[in-house]
């Protein structure tokens, strides 16, 4: 397949001209807003789109959008149409807005980690469909998983880091009915974890790793399923099947050249290949055999092995370097996106069944059966350069990201008679990666609007310093044509979203029933808060109410332990408070009907003032206290 | 002045009620909706006002608006009128969206504390001009200051902890042509810091402190200028002069009872006056007593004792508990917004001038003199119900925030034959703190725009648990009636925004010149990228180029200590890489043209995957290198 490979680094060149064409001369900023433009409302539009995006005050958007922090550890909230960002939800690192990281518990689960890479955020499904209950997502860097209970939108459990596991990419996509959700390795390592082994021997000794967490369907809990050990090839993006593929995982792979080479770069060793694959899982086939005991345990994992027992796991080529393969709503099929190449392959599930029954296989690459791609292709859609991934809406249309043409391309869905054919293309201000729908990977989207993720902003908003934000774009697909409606700057990086209409996410909690806080050192009256000493210990029971807290006074020694209880006794909403210490590196916010702890150990003498760092009333200045520590003699 | 207390009293109790009434029953979303309507713009308007703050994709915003994050511990960059949130700038937290807080050189600038408290921004001025040059912001709660550079947007020093000093909040409001920023005391201490004293002893042992930190013109250097030790009192909000009071520096106090009693809240004890004080420094006249050696040095600081040396520092008296003391843009007035108090009063400078000279004194507090409250005042002008700060626009009128009310007062400023006088009421939702308008605090307000920042928002965005976002509201002044035209979500908590015409900002950098980069660990060519052990500690020199980090395999023995030197060797703008290693707790972002270091110590054995953790290319997920730490025998 020269002609693709022709293709596409000559689209690789034009792509890298204009954008330096376009940025480095400071000269061309104004051409480069014309750019923009090209996708950018008709000034006879501009009335219509703003009226689009506005919510006035006091009314609502009408999705949710959540957004991944790539490096910045956290997931992020957004209103649409109007894309403000209205909360940031804390995960991996430690955000002392909310005093997510400071108290004992939040602490302990993040383990001595501050930060985490976030990309694939997933909510939890019913029959394929958001149910409102959790919000999960996945730590690439140190390989962890996290739960967010969406009645408080706060993160209520890591999971990991996952055993034999290292960069943990191709995660969350949970399953249609959140019986899992998943990891995979994108960095082969040696295993188990700990294990040191050279490049040289990379194929021999490094191992890729499938892991399936299990999510407890009554609290979302999440514990280790099981694993399957892979051949060291790279595995980057996926999507769970959902119908009729309701038993199956897909996920990229790259590097399937199996080569790591010191000091030769894996862009070239791992582009060699013409085709890659996407990996099939039959999970529900592993899970039975995991049941019956088919699995050596390393390092605490049930792992599973596909080549000493064929028939779960398979091969299917696609082109090159694949990004993202996207599963169409009705289980049909699924969407190869060649980041290297001009096209989106369409893969029949029904035929991928077939092939696997009449074993109609190319070839075992490393042990794994590889199926005839002209066996399971159905179409291939030249939808342009460097498509990554694919998204869909209600009226048979899907929309692909090309991240070095910078463009969206809309497809019409064929099948039953109706032909695969590009109907549409929009320019993207820059270097488009992920692309987000409306309930889009669900069973059933709803249309309305696409949230273009781009990589790059270049100077299309107030110039920030070198350190630019990363750019969303916001399209109307209620048309035939796609258009471009408007900008905001996302908070690095939005590798993903989800969005899902406001109706799913109901009783969130706005204060904390009093009844249901079950911490036993709660105290609901200022008379009742108190310190006791017990040996080197200082204990401390405090409540935060408008405008006071008590004690405000706290004696200790130099090298005392205190441990500090704080309840927000207030049972009105947006009632926080927060507790800081100067000197002293606390900062808490209990909410309304909230019991939070701190222990430090008393190492600075002196008087150290403690105050309430959320603005809460008009005596919010008075509402203070003093820590006194007394020094060694 | 009983009426102005009984009025106090009876405000609160209806404000109360209307919280409440509006906010504890789910039932009265729509209800409270409705409310916030009152606002909102009409039906008939809402095209109009839609338009107003659209920004189309490739347009740029007006103003920039440097908000403050409060316990976030970092500054938030808006465009307005969009009010789309553009940029962070982590100041006194890590944030690994940017690695800031690190590599080697922004974590030692951290000190081992992982939060601040960040409230009152302050840009550098020339003769009472916004110049762009630097922006300041405290950090409430460790006492300590900071600079970003706004050439590139980053923190480049931060000063501190102050010596002296506990409770940055009054805080930076720096002197009108940046010779001096400040900080003072808002919670007394006994000094130097680690003295301990009990609160018994608190009027005799306690000490409030004034801190003038000096700003070297050339490059912006903060550095320790001296001090003023002053009454256990309160120090909260501050204004410099400007024009003919820009020798001056004025600020407000509470518990001017200096008392502070165990389990009594202050909140009580600090409300029993009914004035508290405006302080007024010659900031010049202490400058040269300094000069002259007219200090005691206590723990490094030069302080200076008013009470020794009459004559620079006075109390004006002021409506109970002032909270934001305001210098109006031609110097001559200086306004005190009473928290507790139905109005605010209007001092005029002249006359404060004049009972100095003539030493027209009610008596001495704690040694300090106070003018007598008859002499000093102007005018009283009845805005509402908790007024908390007021800033100005270019047609001679003022704007106050109200804060039990949850309005805006608009006034006419009088003086010259002119009439004091409210014009122009509008309700906010809710809980209006600080209030900005564009250079309101320069010597030439703009007009156009005012941001008021709210410290509750109460549902008036989607439900996002018990952790509400703050509000931010855009009041278009450019009409004799203000109009609210729109809302967002500001991360938590804008104590306080400046806003700036955006060509006041020029030459921003968006690609580090490779000459300038004076890191003698930078290497610009891949070929020069190397490993290099010297006895138990591995060196290494890496550079980062779409798309691969060489070198890609650093070998180490678990214990070394390994020292890397990371340079983004790209010349091209946005080309951001990240520099993140799975399993150990570093993610770096160096610029184009940057290099930073990062040391750490081997102690996990093993295959360790380093990446570029910014999407950066095409090839962006084949960048990627290998940390292996073999164990120890």
């Known amino acids: ?65 959540f957004l991944s922090g790539g490096h910045s550890g956290q997931l992020y909230v957004f209103g649409l149409p109007s894309m403000r960002h209205i909360r940031t939800i804390p995960v991996f690192t430690p955000y002392p807005a909310t005093g997510y990281g400071y108290d004992d518990e939040s602490k302990k689960m993040l383990g001595g980690l501050t ?54 990419h191709a995660s969350v996509y949970l399953t249609w009915n959140t019986e899992y959700l998943f990891g995979a390795t994108r960095f082969s390592i040696p295993i188990p974890k700990g294990t040191a082994a050279d490049v040289k021997d990379y194929k021999e000794k490094y191992k ?84 019956k005991g088919n699995f050596t345990e390393i390092d605490g994992a049930k792992v599973f ?48 069944q077939k092939a696997i029954q009449e074993k109609n296989f190319a070839q075992h690459d490393m042990g794994i059966p590889v199926v005839k791609f002209e066996a399971v292709t159905e179409a291939d859609i030249p939808v342009g350069l460097g498509p990554l991934h694919t998204v869909f809406d209600d009226k048979g249309f899907a929309y692909t990201s090309l991240f070095v043409e910078s463009a969206v391309a809309k497809w019409q869905w064929g099948g039953g008679g109706r032909e695969w054919k590009m109907v549409d293309k929009i320019p993207i201000q820059y270097n488009i990666g992920h692309i987000a729908s ?28 070198p350190d630019q934000p990363e750019s969303g774009q916001l399209i109307d697909i209620s048309g035939p044509k796609m258009k471009l409606i408007a900008q905001a700057f996302p908070e690095p990086e939005p590798h993903y979203a989800q969005i899902i209409k406001t109706d799913k996410i109901k009783n969130v909690i706005e204060v904390y029933a009093k009844a249901e806080n079950k911490n036993p050192n709660a105290v609901w009256d200022p008379k009742d808060a108190k310190v006791v000493r017990e040996g080197n210990t ?83 200045q008075e509402m203070q206290g003093y820590l006194i520590v007394n020094p060694k003699k």
């Not at 405090?542 to 205190?562: A, F, H, Y």
């Not at 100067?582 to 222990?599: A, H, K, R």
């Open 1 to 65: 397949m020269n002609w693709k490979r022709m293709i596409f680094f000559v689209g690789l060149g034009i792509a890298a001209l204009a954008m330096i064409g376009l940025t480095s001369d400071p000269a061309c900023a104004q051409q480069r807003r014309e750019r923009v433009k090209e996708g950018a409302p008709a000034k006879a539009d501009i009335g219509e789109n703003a009226l689009k995006v506005y919510v006035p005050p006091g009314d609502l958007d009408e999705y949710y959008a």
């Open 115 to 168: 930060w985490g890479d976030t990309h694939h955020p997933g909510l939890s499904e019913t029959k394929g469909e958001y149910d409102g209950r959790w919000l999960f997502i996945n730590d690439n860097a140190h390989g962890r998983v996290a739960r967010i209970d969406l009645r408080d939108f706060k993160t209520k459990q890591i999971f990991g880091p996952i055993p034999n596991l290292a960069g943990n």
């Open 208 to 291: 890729g790793v499938i892991s399936a967490i299990a999510v407890d369907p009554k609290d979302g809990t999440m514990s280790l399923g099981w694993q399957i050990v892979m051949p060291p090839w790279n595995y980057d993006v996926a999507d769970a099947g959902k119908l009729v593929s309701g038993d199956w995982w897909f996920v990229t792979t790259y590097n399937t050249e199996a080569e790591f080479i010191d000091g030769k770069p894996l862009e070239i060793t791992a582009s060699q290949r013409d085709k890659d694959y996407i990996i099939a899982v039959n999970w529900k086939g592993v899970e039975g055999e995991i049941k």
């Open 305 to 352: 092995d596909p080549v000493k027992t064929p028939g779960f796991v398979f091969a299917v080529p696609c082109a090159k370097s694949p990004h993202g393969v996207d599963v169409s709503p009705d289980g049909k099929w699924f969407i190869g996106n060649g980041k290297l190449s001009p096209t989106v392959s369409i893969f029949s599930f029904e035929k991928l």
């Open 438 to 465: 409306c309930e889009g990977d669900t069973v059933s989207p709803k249309g309305k609007w696409v949230f273009a993720l781009n990589k790059l902003s270049k100077g299309t908003h107030l110039p920030v310093g």
């Open 538 to 620: 200082v204990k401390v029971w405090m409540t935060q109410i408008r405008s006071s807290l008590m004690p405000n006074v706290v004696r200790c020694n130099e090298g005392d332990k205190v441990i500090m209880h704080v309840t927000n006794i207030e049972e009105m909403r947006d009632e926080l408070h927060g507790f800081g210490i100067c000197g002293y590196d606390i900062n808490g916010v209990p909410s309304p009907g909230e019991t939070l702890s701190y222990e430090f150990i008393a190492d600075k003498p002196g008087v150290w003032p403690y105050y309430c760092t959320n603005f809460c009333s008009a005596l919010h």
